[in-house]
């Protein structure tokens, strides 16, 4: 069957619309996934803009922080095995803040599950910002060592400068390193 050209043009028409509503139903979705994906990346990108920023800004003090915590990785941590070995921290600390340390105690050791406490008690003679130095150098050098009691006496009229501290220091050992005895 021969169709006329007005029927010809008309098919042609229907094809062309069918065609152009399939692309239509095909491409649609792609392009929503294409804004999602573009959406997505310009959010990814913004994020890693503002961390390159931050690491731009905050990696050198990072850094210097970093090379501190490498080099006090490198010394060793105060190992305590006896009441004298607490007694010794205790004078080289004290030395090393210009305060004088002129009575010294060891108190009993206490005996814990896994570790062990070893007391020593002391007297410290000095200015307030050298016993607050004291005081930040034993707590934050390495080992576990604590104060557990502090008792600061006012200064005397003659002596003005000069503070009296009574303190109970606490090093913890572990069990394993029992002195030989």
């Known amino acids: 069957m021969r169709l006329n050209k007005r029927e010809q043009n008309l098919l042609w028409m229907v094809l062309l619309l069918a065609f152009g509503f399939g692309n239509w139903l ?3 979705p792609l392009v929503r996934s294409w804004r999602d994906v573009q959406s997505k990346i310009g959010m990814q990108q913004m ?3 503002g961390m390159q920023g931050v ?5 050198p003090q990072w850094r210097t922080e970093y090379a501190k915590l490498q080099e006090n990785l490198g010394e060793r941590a105060s190992v305590f095995v006896t009441t004298a070995d607490v007694l010794k921290k205790v004078e080289d600390v004290g030395q ?15 005996e814990r599950d896994v570790f062990r406490e070893l007391p020593v008690q002391c007297t410290i003679e000095g200015s307030l910002e050298g016993l607050v130095k004291f005081l930040h150098t ?5 080992g576990l060592i604590t104060v557990d009691q502090i008792q600061i006496f006012p200064p005397r009229p ?6 009296k501290c009574d303190l109970v220091v606490i090093a913890l050992a572990s069990k394993k390193e029992k002195p030989s005895s």
């Open 26 to 28: 095909l491409i649609l």
């Open 47 to 49: 994020l890693r803009d």
């Open 55 to 59: 690491l731009d800004r905050d990696a």
């Open 96 to 110: 090393e803040c210009g305060l004088s340390v002129p009575v010294k105690k060891t108190l009993p050791v206490i």
């Open 138 to 142: 034993l707590q934050t050098a390495s």
């Open 158 to 163: 003659q002596e003005p400068a000069l503070l």
